[in-house]
């Protein structure tokens, strides 16, 4: 009787200990992916939309996963939006530009 039960307490102390690892394993893999993620959204919140995202970050079949490939779409949609806004301002430039010389134009020819 206590040789069968020394060997169940030593197969359980096996077993917690291989459980024991393997969620740390997993546990330290999901921290460093979130760490990942958390880098990324600081560098969006900054206005960098350039930066690549890591490519095995985006093949996670996990929620990770899903939260890189929506991060993705989210900076991409953000950086169209960013060049629009930044074309506009080009664009209103050169229109006041335009405007300004045609006041002065009127302006000059009025004083004749």
Not at 75 to 84: D, H, T, V
């Amino acid at each position: 009787p206590n040789r069968i039960r020394n060997a169940i307490l030593l197969f359980d102390g096996v077993v917690l200990v291989v459980i024991v690892v393997i969620a740390y394993f997993t546990a330290s893999g999901m921290r460093r992916s979130i760490t990942k993620m958390v880098e990324v959204t600081e560098r969006m919140g900054k206005g960098d939309f350039l930066f690549p995202l890591d490519p095995k970050m985006e093949k996670r079949k996990d929620e990770l996963g899903e939260m890189a490939r929506s991060l993705q779409v989210m900076r991409n949609r953000l950086n169209s939006i960013l060049s629009q806004v930044q074309q506009a301002a080009v664009s209103l430039t050169q229109s006041t530009q335009e405007i300004r010389g045609n006041a002065n134009e009127i302006s000059a020819s009025n004083q004749q």
